[in-house]
């Protein structure tokens, strides 16, 4: 199992900073992600790393080795294209055989791992088909085996999933994860489907604008975000700002809507700074009578219902808060109605619903 | 690695072959024409105008610019006549046999309008097939002049009826790119019938007519075998031809091949100016309306009727070179009075003939390989590869389009005369390289749509699995591309067999004459020269049609898309 780095990698593609400046550390057969909004330098960087595209400046080393100046040929990585990139004019078989072939792998050989590469993505009875004959999730699994058969240091995916329908998207996850269990490789996969990196990713690396903002598990980035980004990026949040008035043990932010207690924030913030409060829509309990406060739900907005919208598994309410400031409000699992529009209403959430987040980095 | 070389992902290999094709391009197309440049303007090593005041104050030159002129002007004119209501018909009427008719438009410009002129002299001479059956019937006491003003109208008839394909081309993409509710607009607020036509369908149709009026005006006006065969010398491209023989001693060959290339340039950089200033963004559709409606049964009739005319009247001056090629004897009568195929067993017996027939192929061959490999590189440097100076590559690889064979294959002449290529002592090396650099837009317009179509992620899904450049090259690019390969190598071989204006300026002793030159030679010549002539035309039409009928079943639809504008 090969670990990748990234040392300071900087690309420019055209007059634009495709990756800047950017660091990363993928230990040995992790499945990692690069998660990020299109046009975040993710699938450049994924490009750098099977070495399409050489980095400006810094270096990138698998296992220790610098592999920067290593023509893509000779880099060992297997990557899935988003459009699969199967060779129309050969077979499936032949597609997966092709790499085992230009390393001249003996006949005997190539046939077994063939063979094996098609039994792991369950292609195998389409072996003597052509690429045009075959759907959008068979294209995904052939182009995976292509990729695998070599037993590569590192897999790299670049969006593998985009083109598959919802359904066979969730197949799909199921697989991938299956396989790489299996395998036991070095896994880089790049998305901006934060949904298919929550539940996949051993770790992940979320990006904008060519950098990486923050880089932890599923768990860390969606319930820890360190910049308004991120939580915005990841599932969906309420933005308040405010200014921090106190800090200590619980913190305390003076914002429009009234003063809402925090845990404490992973960001260095000294009293007086200007602040994010980020609180998950299904973190806040909907009352319709205001509550005597207790230690765990200390906070409490007062709001009017302004719009109510019936999901099914959940219902959504949109609450107007004090100074018109507007929040999502869900309630899961909605036997009954808790509130009408127009009604007056209390939110409450626990300080470790709310993470305070500094103001500079809404925009970085 | 050096930083901008890195950016722009240029090989030592690739550097190298733009390097060579650098030197390439300098040699074969700027260095001949800077030659004839420099000899028509630098009288006694100093800058003069004095061969274009002569020129143009000249009454004799002065009619022979006028006439050109006028030929071009004529032959556009009668293309667009014909086109235009073709284009309408083809395009907006839904019809059964679509495909087949659209087989027969293009049919004419396969046929080389050189071994036409050959017929058409034989229907419309003063005592050809046309006034004698006219005579027969009673119709006319006295033959009638139709090749009029000692053949204008003649070579304009031959030349319409061969370039009209390419103007049909133009307008019929043209048309089809139109938006139709642009149109229903215009019905909407009251513009109807030809009205409508004129006000905003023909309007929007413009550029596209420009660029294939462009086409046929400079082909025309370059044109060298037709004026020829009808021995119309009075226009500038024979004037050239003639000149060549006394190359040194008379440098007027120098300016009017100056001219040419300043005229060509002028009407190309107009042309470009009025297109591209009008190239109009169509609407997006919302709702796709279809203005393609389905023909009646008359207006099937009409269609089938005009193309299928059209095509018969075109091929006619071949139909007579077919027959001149079979006929004992056709002395004053409508039709042969005799058939024969002897004149078939001439051509592989004369030794000026057979000769000619292993030249061509020989020199053919070699300049059709030279352009497959110059057309694959050069396609795949521009599809593939980021470099300073690509718009440069691209313009001169395009630049032979617009650049008449006649100012090349006389630059060649000059240029070369005294040193190693001297196309006096053995014109093959320069043959091929114009044959070659006369067709390499078209091998690599081929090799181009091919690399385009050819998704980059399949070759880098090959680098990825461990094959290196080359390999991925041969395995992945080349098969996935072959036929658009295939199709290019037959055009080019096809018209490099047929080639006119190249062969007959640069062969000049006979044992190096291309077939072409040698149908001109045997024209001369009087007993059996026009019988065996003609049979030779009728073999090299056979050739053409053969290896275009090929590229089609190679390229498919997109055939079409090569001769575009």
Redesign the interface.
């Known amino acids: 199992m090969v670990g990748v780095t990234c040392e300071a990698i900087t690309k420019v593609l055209g007059d634009v900073k495709a990756v800047d400046n950017l660091c990363l550390e993928i230990k040995p057969g992790e499945l990692f992600f690069l998660l990020g909004p299109s046009g975040c330098g993710k699938t450049t960087m994924l490009r750098m790393i099977a070495g399409f595209y050489q980095p400006d400046a810094g270096r990138i080393l698998f296992d220790g080795h610098d592999v920067s100046r290593v023509p893509p040929h000779k880099r060992h990585t297997g990557m899935v294209f988003q459009n699969y990139a199967l060779w129309p004019h050969m077979t499936v078989w032949q597609n997966v055989a092709y790499g085992l072939r230009m390393h001249k792998v003996p006949d005997a050989d190539q046939h077994r791992r063939v063979q094996r590469a098609l039994d792991l993505v369950q292609m195998t009875v389409y072996a003597e088909r052509i690429p045009n004959q075959l759907s959008g999730g068979q294209q995904q699994r052939v182009a995976l085996a292509r990729a695998l058969v070599l037993e590569p240091d590192v897999v790299l995916l670049d969006e593998p999933l985009s083109n598959l329908d919802a359904q066979l998207r969730l197949d799909m996850r199921q697989q991938i994860t299956r396989i790489h269990g299996e395998i036991q490789r070095t896994m880089i996969y790049v998305t901006h489907d934060q949904s298919e990196a929550l539940s996949m990713a051993d770790r992940m690396a979320v990006m904008h604008r060519g950098r990486v903002v923050q880089v932890g598990t599923p768990r860390d980035l969606y319930t820890r975000p360190r910049t308004a980004f991120v939580a915005a990026f990841i599932g969906e949040t309420n933005l308040l700002s405010g200014q921090l008035q106190e800090t200590g043990s619980l913190l305390s932010v003076h914002t429009p809507v009234g003063v809402l207690q925090a845990a404490p924030a992973s960001a260095k913030l000294t009293t007086g700074d200007a602040v994010h409060c980020s609180v998950r829509p299904e973190a806040f309990r909907l009352c319709r009578d205001a509550p005597a406060p207790t230690a765990t739900t200390v906070n409490c907005l007062p709001g009017e219902v302004q719009s109510i919208m019936y999901l099914g598994h959940h219902e959504q309410y949109v609450i107007r808060l004090p100074q018109d400031t507007l929040v999502k409000v869900v309630e899961n699992n909605p036997l009954v109605r808790t509130a009408e529009v127009g009604e007056q209403v209390y939110l409450l959430c626990t300080p470790q619903d709310v993470v305070v987040l500094p103001r500079e980095a809404a925009n970085a | 690695?050096p930083?901008w070389r890195?950016?722009y992902q240029l090989t030592p290999l690739t550097l190298l072959f733009l390097l060579l094709l650098g030197v390439f391009f300098a040699l074969f197309m700027l260095y001949p024409l800077a030659y004839v440049c420099a000899n028509a303007f630098v009288v006694q090593e100093r800058f003069s105008l004095v061969f274009f005041k002569l020129m143009l104050t000249n009454p004799t030159t002065r009619t022979i610019i006028v006439n050109s002129l006028n030929l071009a002007l004529a032959t556009t004119l009668v293309t667009t006549l014909i086109s235009l209501p073709l284009a309408w018909l083809m395009v907006r009427y839904e019809v059964h046999g679509k495909g087949l008719l659209n087989g027969c438009m293009l049919l004419p410009m396969i046929m080389p309008p050189f071994v036409g002129a050959i017929g058409m002299r034989q229907l419309l001479a003063r005592f050809g097939s046309l006034n004698l059956l006219l005579l027969d019937l009673g119709f006319i006491d006295y033959p009638i002049d139709w090749l009029g003003d000692g053949g204008f109208i003649g070579i304009v008839i031959v030349e319409a009826l061969h370039l009209y394909p390419i103007m049909y081309l133009n307008l019929a993409a043209a048309l089809a790119n139109v938006d139709p509710s642009l149109e229903e607009a215009a019905r909407n607020v009251g513009a109807s019938g030809l009205k409508l036509f004129r006000t905003v369908t023909f309007p929007l149709m413009l550029p596209g007519y420009f660029a294939g009026a462009i086409l046929v005006f400079i082909w025309a006006f370059t044109d060298l075998g037709t004026p020829l065969i009808f021995d119309y010398r009075d226009v500038i491209a024979v004037q050239i031809f003639t000149m060549v023989t006394d190359i040194h001693e008379n440098p007027m060959g120098y300016a009017f091949v100056v001219l040419v290339m300043l005229l060509t340039l002028i009407f190309f950089a107009v042309s470009k100016r009025f297109v591209g200033g009008r190239r109009y963004e169509m609407l997006a559709r919302g709702h796709v309306v279809s203005a393609v409606q389905r023909a009646s049964f008359d207006m099937t009739l009409v269609i089938y009727l005009a193309v299928l005319g059209v095509t018969a009247l075109a091929l006619l001056p071949h139909v007579s070179v077919v027959l001149t090629s079979l006929s004992g004897r056709w002395f004053f009568s409508v039709l042969p009075t005799a058939y024969t195929f002897t004149h078939y067993g001439s051509v592989f017996a004369h030794p000026l003939t057979l000769l000619s027939i292993k030249n061509s192929l020989f020199l053919s061959s070699l300049s059709t390989l030279l352009d497959v490999l110059l057309g694959i590189a050069i396609a795949y440097i521009l599809a593939r590869r980021q470099f300073p100076g690509k718009g440069l590559l691209d313009a001169m690889a395009m630049l032979p389009l617009a650049l008449p064979g006649l100012v090349l294959a006389f630059g060649y002449i000059g240029a070369f005369s005294g040193t190693l290529l001297d196309a006096r002592v053995n014109p093959v090396p320069l043959l091929i390289i114009s044959y070659s650099v006369r067709r390499l837009p078209y091998m690599v317009r081929a090799a181009y749509a091919g690399f385009q179509q050819t998704?980059v992620?399949?070759e880098?899904?090959?680098?990825?699995?461990?094959?290196?450049?080359l390999?991925?090259l041969y395995?992945?690019t080349l098969?996935?591309v072959f036929a658009h390969l295939v199709a290019g190598a037959i055009l080019s071989f096809s018209f490099a067999m047929l080639e006119v204006s190249d062969s007959l300026i640069l062969a000049l002793t006979e044992r190096y004459y291309p077939i072409t030159k040698a149908i001109y030679a045997l024209l001369g010549r009087l007993a059996d020269g026009p019988y065996i002539a003609s049979a030779m035309g009728v073999l090299g039409m056979a050739l053409l049609a053969a290896s275009l009928f090929l590229a089609g079943r190679f390229l498919g639809r997109r055939m079409g898309e090569l001769f575009r504008a």
Not at chain 2, 460 to 469: D, F, K, Q, R, T
């Open positions: 690695m930083r890195r950016r998704s992620t399949l880098e899904a090959s680098l990825n699995v461990g094959a290196g450049p390999r991925t395995h992945i098969p996935l």
